[in-house]
Every structure is written in structure tokens, then in C-alpha cells.
């Protein structure tokens, strides 16, 4: 048996259970410790979270001792159109495959986890994992301070650091490939037709000019896509520093401890974990996570501070091409806010969270100069599609 809590330990895999055949006698076999006053008696369970494509439940599992413990079990979501999205882009493998196949081997603090059911035919899966404790979730609403951000630059380079220049060896993994010019292509005519949607959404949400950077975005996707060094980059640095990128780095997806023996940091909701650019999980996380003031005034020492962090890792870089690489991931917050909410489950609290993501993201690309280094590093000569 494992406990839940022994972030050393591999986790149990087995079938996809859901939340309700987690019973006192499915824990027990699970993670109970073979019987005696530490045999689990009871167990409740508490909806936790507000995902987007998943489902969270704490489960508060009582033994016979009368000692507690609580482990957090995850789901696939229960909206439909949710669902068949996470199928589709294969979030839900992604998922399961980093916490089974890389999460130990990295310096990012994320959860350990103790069982892990996935199914490849449906993509249904469950995970249990720890309850991180006591801690409160980030909200991208609220925003965060400076001294929160150097932590949160210090995770995404243990995140980084140990994948950097390990592309080829880690798309032997299944549920990870190489980034090419088609599978480019492929998603940025999915963003292109969802643009529409998104502008008339949110036309009474988010200032003209907010839109009108989306529209001027759109049909350039694909020099974006030159410029980061998928196809003719005129940036070969750029192709040979492809790392694991989070690609949803955002506060909604961190929990923050608040008292002694919880870390400061966890980085959790690893649906989005791809091959990519890791200055643009920076420039996400910033574009969005601090007010855009403080984020003119700290956002070159953060990206000094990551550039520090990677080259006291090993990693020998330029700062000047991580700085270039950070301009053009601020558009990723952007592109992101048009993508998820037009195929996931429409909240309340999802729309404000992308319709500030759009705007201030936009706010970023402008600040700083976008399209002038889109231009001079993938030169607008050809007839982009629209």
C-alpha cells in the first residue's frame, strides 16, 4: 500500500474509478495500512475548485483511531462540451502522462500522487494526489504582488531548466510530440475560426482596440509560428531551446501555503503540458497575473531573474533571445482567452477571467512592441493565411 501523502513513493495505477466507487472499502485497499486502529472507517467527500475541464474532490478519509487525513481525487469534467474538448486535444492524457512520466524527475513543486487511473480508448481518467495544506488557490481576478511572482519565476525555471534541449527525448513519450509546421498550422486555423465568436462574445466586455489586436493577430498566427522557430525561423536559438512548458501558467493554477509546512508554491493542472517556449510561460504568468503597472515596472527583473535561474541550472543561454522569446509569448495569454472560451463550459467567473486575460494581455503585446519584433524576426513577405 501507499500513503497518500509519501511525495517519494510511485504512485498505485490501476482501472478509472470515479468519485462515487471511492468508498471506505476502495480507500482501504488503496492506501489503507492493513487493518488495527489505522483501518480507514469513513470517508467524506467535498467538491473543491472551479476548473474549467476537470472536476476536483477532497476526500476527508477518517480512521479507526479517530485520526483524519484528506488526499484531493480528480476527474474528468462533467460538462459535455467541456469533455469533448479535453478528448479531442488530449488534455486528460497530458495530465496523467506528467504525472506519471515526468513529475518526479523535475524541480517544480506539484503535487505527489498516489493513484492514477487513465483509460487511452475514452480518455477518462482519475487521479488522487495530495491535499497541499494549508493553502489558499491564486485567483487571476485578484492578481498578485512581486515577492509571489519571484517565487512563481523560480518554479517555472524548475520546471524548465531540467526538460531544456531534451525535446527529442521526450516526444518518444506518448502523449508528447514534436512541434511542426502542420500541427502549427493546424491550431492556429482552429484559433482563426473561433475568433469570431470570441469578438462578438465579448464586444461589450473589452475596449475596440482589445479586439482589433486580435484581428491584427489572427491572420499572422503562422509568422508567429516562424518567429518562435517552428518552420524557416530566422532564430535557430529559438528551435534548440524547446523545454516542457506548463502553457497555462497562470494563478488559477498554482495554490499559495499559508502556514508553516505548507510550500510556498504548487503548481497544479498540468492538462496543457507540451513541448514549447519556456519565456513564454513567464510571459503568461506575467501578462496576466500582475496589474499592468506593476508589471511594466518588475517585468525585466523578473525575466533577469529567470534568465539567472536557468544559467545557475546549467543552462547556458542568451539573455537577449530569452527577452525576445518573452516578447513573443505574450501573445499566448491572448490566443489562450480566445481558444478556452469558446470550447469549454461558459461561466460567469470563466468570462471575466478571459475577457482580462484578452485585455491585458493586448496591454502587454503593446508595451512591448509585438509586432515590431514579429516583423523583424519573421518578415511579413508572405501572403499569411486568413
Same mark, same amino acid.
Given at each position: ?10 504512485? =498505485?495505477?490501476?482501472? +478509472? @474509478? ?21 483501518? /480507514? =472507517? ?22 479507526? %483511531? ?5 488526499? =484531493? ?17 488530449? /488534455? ?9 512520466? @515526468?513529475?518526479?524527475?523535475?524541480? /517544480? ?6 493513484? *492514477? ?39 517555472? +525555471? ?17 502523449? *508528447? ?129 529567470? +534568465? ?6 546549467? *543552462?547556458? +543561454?542568451?539573455?537577449?533571445? *530569452? ?19 469558446? =470550447? @469549454? ?5 470563466? %468570462? ?35
Amino acid at each position: 500500500m501507499v500513503h497518500a501523502m509519501d511525495p517519494d513513493s510511485a504512485a =498505485v495505477t490501476g482501472p +478509472v @474509478v470515479s468519485a462515487a466507487e471511492m468508498d471506505v472499502g476502495w480507500f482501504e485497499r488503496i492506501l489503507g495500512s492493513g487493518g488495527g486502529d489505522t483501518r /480507514i =472507517v469513513a470517508v467524506d467527500a467535498t467538491p473543491i475548485g472551479a476548473g474549467q475541464v476537470g472536476e476536483s474532490i477532497r476526500f476527508r478519509l477518517t480512521r479507526a %483511531d479517530g485520526s483524519s487525513t484528506s488526499i =484531493v481525487g480528480k476527474f474528468p469534467s462533467d460538462n459535455e462540451q467541456s469533455f469533448a474538448t479535453a478528448q479531442q486535444m488530449g /488534455i486528460y492524457a497530458s495530465e496523467v502522462g506528467f504525472y506519471r512520466d @515526468v513529475a518526479r524527475g523535475l524541480d /517544480i513543486r506539484v503535487p505527489a500522487v498516489s493513484y *492514477i487511473g487513465f483509460d487511452p480508448a475514452t480518455t477518462r481518467f482519475c487521479l488522487l494526489m495530495e491535499d497541499i495544506s494549508p493553502a489558499v488557490p491564486g485567483d487571476q481576478l485578484t492578481g498578485t504582488d512581486l515577492a509571489t511572482a519571484e517565487r512563481v519565476i523560480d518554479q517555472a +525555471v524548475g520546471l524548465h531548466a531540467p526538460t531544456w534541449g531534451r525535446a527529442v527525448e521526450l516526444a518518444r513519450l506518448s502523449w *508528447i510530440s514534436l512541434p511542426t509546421v502542420e500541427s502549427a498550422a493546424s491550431h492556429n486555423r482552429l484559433i482563426r475560426s473561433l475568433f469570431d465568436r470570441f469578438a462578438a462574445r465579448y464586444r461589450h466586455r473589452l475596449a475596440a482596440d482589445d479586439i482589433e489586436l486580435g484581428r491584427e493577430l489572427m491572420p499572422r498566427l503562422d509568422q508567429l509560428g516562424a518567429a518562435q522557430g517552428i518552420g524557416a525561423s530566422r532564430e535557430p536559438e529559438i528551435s534548440e531551446a524547446l523545454c516542457l512548458a506548463h502553457q497555462d501558467f497562470r494563478l488559477d493554477n498554482m495554490l499559495f501555503g499559508t502556514g508553516p509546512g505548507a510550500p510556498p508554491v504548487t503548481v497544479v493542472d498540468w492538462q496543457t503540458c507540451r513541448l514549447g517556449s519556456g519565456p513564454a510561460d513567464i510571459a503568461y504568468f506575467c501578462g496576466a497575473g500582475l496589474d499592468p503597472d506593476a508589471r511594466r515596472a518588475n517585468e525585466h527583473h523578473l525575466v533577469e531573474r529567470y +534568465v539567472g535561474g536557468l544559467t545557475r541550472s546549467g *543552462i547556458m +543561454v542568451d539573455a537577449e533571445v *530569452i527577452r525576445r522569446r518573452y516578447v513573443l509569448g505574450s501573445a499566448s495569454g491572448y490566443l489562450m482567452a480566445v481558444l478556452a472560451s469558446q =470550447v @469549454v463550459g461558459a461561466t460567469e467567473r470563466g %468570462d471575466a477571467m478571459f475577457c482580462l486575460m484578452a485585455e491585458r494581455h493586448a496591454r502587454q503585446m503593446r508595451d512591448l512592441g509585438f509586432f515590431d519584433l514579429l516583423d523583424q524576426l519573421a518578415p511579413d513577405t508572405t501572403d499569411w493565411p486568413e
